[in-house]
Every structure is written in structure tokens, then in C-alpha cells.
């Protein structure tokens, strides 16, 4: 199947050979001649899929020629970075077409955005609450909307996002195409997808919420307290330049991020608190290769592209399983292959479990490397670590011995806390 094949005019197919793809992906071909011919689709993808030409390359060609004034076409997504990644592509794709696409979303000056609103605009990209604050400040009408997407349509419903989506609706004419993209399947998505979608093409390109055939999957049992040092040592042995690392708090990735870099390690945090700029600005310099190691929590990292990124590490298992599938679609992407390494502590057996009962399977769960532990930083209790040469802190018993016998304290403290937990 070739891009000619879908029903694309030559300005479309020129912009896509400009971006050097020549085969259309499975999401692609099952969606782009779908919207073309006017269904509402429900299409189960995560990012790395090639979904966002799926919808944005047949949105342009039934926005047709010419400029309006007022939003025909609106993509809501749930973070600013996929936002900006979505009007991007549709800037890049839509080169040789005329419609123009304006992104909003918040943690920025709004007026620059009410400015290009005025100017006109036929492709809307937007986070809910932005779009929100527009519509109330009387910048944008969405009574013109044709064709509405609701992009990560899961991580709206974990991100509270359903009210406002709900309020969103009810500004757009009733009469419009609707199409919806969601990683994971819940009985919310689907209550969600069956008010919003009428008799929807449903496409899915990986099976229901398994993960990506060619991630490798590892868990490594490690009390908390040693998960950096861990870390630490993986990047340094395995000598990976690129790692997207998840924490669970924002607290979390900042105090991660000082602590590898306080280690040696070039590293970057990104997450909600930080400064649109800043993220922006993090995100670059990982893309570019200067920072190693990216810390990010689970809101800040949805729909990031990052192409081939070979390794995340879940430094904090997720609370809701489904993000698991979500952060290790993170890695192997585009043919590349790569590993997702979850460091579990004790008292996150239990989200062990949980993930491995949606993934219908077990995750293998392999004999923790030995790593250093700097003196003076020991937790009581420990084991693992292999002693640097120098100074031992008083008391411990050495060499090899000390190595076995720790090993077995940290393997017995796990199942102690792992039954409580
Ligand atoms: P997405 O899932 O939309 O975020 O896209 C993931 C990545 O795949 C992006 O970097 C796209 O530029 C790239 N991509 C999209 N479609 C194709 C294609 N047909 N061939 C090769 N790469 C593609």
C-alpha cells in the first residue's frame, strides 16, 4: 500500500514524500480513507504509531481550499507538548494546502493566541482548559467546527479533563465527524467513545492494551532507598546516552534529577510545574543528545515523540496500570528496538500485580545487578551494593561474603514488605 492509494491530493502526498515516508502505517491506512469518507473512527494507537498523520493528513484535504475565519477542525489533546507536536505536523504536512493551523494551550501568554485566533484559523489545535479560557474570553467561536478529535482520549479521562470536554461539546454544532484516539481501552473510554462516536469505524493497531512486541520488559526488586544508586550504575554500565525516566511525583523527578546529576549524570526534569519554556527547552537538549537521562512524570510525558529512544525505566511503578503500556510505548519505536525497566520496591508489589493482570501476563523479573553504593549513603539494612574500595562504613563484615549475605537481606526484606504492602 502506497500514500497514492488513500485518496490524497498531490499537495498532501507531496509534503508526506518531503518527510521521507514512502509506506503509510497500519493506523494510516485503516484511517486516512475512513475520515476521508466522512465516518466517526475509534482508533486504539499510541503515540510512535504515525496516528497523528492518520487524522491530521485527511483533515486537510476535506478542509479543502481556501481560509476561514473561524476553527473547522479542532484536535483536543491533554498536554501542551502534544499539542504543539500535532500542530507541527500539521504545519508540516499541510505546507502546500491553504488552511491554517493555530495551537493554544496554557502556561503561556494567552494573547499571542487570541492575535492568531483573530487572524484566522480553519485547524485548532488545543488543551481543554486554554480552549476553555478563550471561548469565555469571547476569542474563539467553535460553532463552526465540522470535524472534532479527541487525541489520548484515556489521558483526558486520568487527567480530570471529562467536565470540561463535556462543556467543549456542547459549543460545537451537534452535526460534525468525530474521531477518537486512546492507547487503552477502560469501561470509561468506552462510555466515553459511545456517546461521542455514531456507528464508528474501530481500528486497532496493537492488540487491546498489550505493549509493544518488541520491548523488552525487565523488573529489577530494589528497596527505594537504592533505586538511584541502581540507576546510577545502568546508565554508567550499560554507557546509554538516551533514557526517559518515569517518577511518580513532580517532587520525585526533581530530586532524581539533582541526584544524578549530583552522580556524573547529565539529566533534565520535565513535569507539570515546570515552565512551558522549560519544557520545551529540556526536551530539546535530550533530543539533541546533551542530556542523558530525562526525568519525567506520567502528565509531561504523554505524547512525547522522541525517535528511538532506547530505554525507560519506570524509577516508580505507575499507579494506574494502563500508563505502564503507555510509558514503554515510549521506547523501540519506528523499527528501533529497546528495553523498559521498572525498579520495583516492596511496597509496589501490589502495582505489580495490577500491571501484570492487564498485561494478561508476568513481567520477568531478573537478578539485580550489584551496584556501588557511595559511602556514607547506605540505607540501614541494605545489601547490593559492592563496595567501593575505599572506606567501609564500620561494622560491615567484607568481600564476597558480605556481597551474598547482603543480597539475601535485600531479597528477604522485599517478600517481608512486598506480603504487608
Ligand atoms: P505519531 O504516532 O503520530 O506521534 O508519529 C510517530 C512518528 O512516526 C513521528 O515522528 C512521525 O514523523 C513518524 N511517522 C509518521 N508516519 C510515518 C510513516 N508513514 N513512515 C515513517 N514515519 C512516520
Known sequence: MSFTELGLKPELLRAVAEKGYDTPTPIQSQAIPAVLAGRDVLAGAQTGTGKTAGFVLPLLQLLGDGRGRIPRVLVLTPTRELAAQVAESARTYGKYVDPRTVVVFGGVGIHPQIGALRSGCDLLVATPGRLLDLVEQRALDLSGVEHFVLDEADRMLDMGFIPAIKRILKLMPAKRQNLMFSATYSEDIRGLATRLLRQPE?????????????????AYKVIKEHKRHLLAHLIREGDWQQVLVFTRTKHGANRLAQQLYAAGINTAAIHGNKSQGARVRALAEFKAGKVTALIATEVASRGLDIKELPWVVNYDLPNVPEDYVHRIGRTARAGASGGAISLVAPDEAPLLRDIERLLKRSLVISATPQFEIPVGQAAAGDGQQRRQ?????????????????????????????????
Open 389 to 421: 574500595p575505599a572506606p567501609r562504613p564500620a561494622g560491615r563484615p567484607g568481600g564476597g561474603n558480605q556481597r551474598h549475605r547482603s543480597s539475601r537481606n535485600q531479597r528477604g526484606s522485599w517478600r517481608s514488605a512486598g506480603r504487608g504492602g
Open 202 to 218: 474501530t481500528i486497532q493497531v496493537t492488540p487491546r492494551n498489550a505493549t509493544a512486541e518488541r520491548v523488552e520488559q525487565t
